[in-house]
């Protein structure tokens, strides 16, 4: 992998839990492979076409974009990121950063997953978004080189986002990506983790603590404040711990 190549050490990341940005955006990394000059302008917004928008849960849908031309890519590198401009419900600007779940390989297109939030800002102007709408994106921005150990937390099997594409990075990429899967109400003959994600989870799925270890939270504050307390026992430092 060519993200990995180059680096003395290997770093790696340990994610105590993940919403599904955090899992698209880790199935992006391993991945994208492409390198060729896109369509992005990092300095100026360029505007693309919406040509298809799938409801995937209540509150998660995939946009699809159509770069200008059947062969275009993106050209976004590894590990990095664009900026999304749009309105709130006020019809302020607002922007926010994402990271597409499409490889450079995929010609003419980008794909968005986006969780839409009740209250959030540019989470209005997707849900406004209708096929034949244009959204204005900026970069590449951003850099990220990290092996990842992901815990994915969820409350049914029904609420696991891209659980194939998970599945089928971690079967491709087993050095390079891990995966462990915890349900508060399990099915039958479920082998993942049981209830909440617990201090002896994060032992077990989680690298020990290190200088080259970074921790990254993610979820609802009560489950924030737990995983911070299991961590803080399991001797990771303030500054290996990092909460979205």
């Known amino acids: 992998m060519d993200f990995l190549q180059g680096q003395s050490t290997e770093t790696m990341v340990a994610v105590a839990v993940a919403v599904v940005a955090v899992a698209a955006g880790a199935a992006f990394l391993l991945l994208r492979s492409g390198k060729s ?70 010609l003419g297109y980008f794909e968005l997953v986006i969780k839409m939030y009740p209250q959030g800002r540019m989470s209005h102007h997707f849900r406004e978004m209708k096929v034949g709408d244009y959204l204005s994106v900026k970069g590449p921005k951003g850099r990220f080189k990290y092996q990842v150990h992901l815990i994915y937390a969820n409350v049914t099997y029904e609420d696991i986002l891209l659980k194939e594409e998970l599945d089928n990075m971690a079967k491709t990429y087993p050095d390079r990506f891990k995966i462990y899967y915890v349900l508060n109400q399990p099915p039958e003959n479920w082998n993942g983790g049981v209830g909440f994600v617990s201090k002896e989870m994060i032992q077990s799925h989680c690298p020990a603590p290190a200088d080259d270890i970074q921790i990254l939270r993610c979820g609802p504050p009560p489950m924030n404040k737990a995983m911070a307390a299991h961590l803080d026992e399991l001797n990771y430092t303030k500054e290996m711990q990092f909460q979205f």
């Open 37 to 106: 000059k896109g369509c992005l302008n990092p300095e100026n917004f360029k505007k693309f076409k919406l040509v298809e928008k799938k409801q995937i849960s209540h509150n998660v849908a995939k946009f699809k974009f159509a770069l200008p031309t059947p062969t275009s890519v993106l050209g976004l590198p590894i590990g990095q990121h664009i900026s999304c401009r749009g309105q709130d419900a006020t019809g302020e600007e607002v922007m926010k950063p994402y990271t597409p779940t499409t490889l450079d390989s995929d």
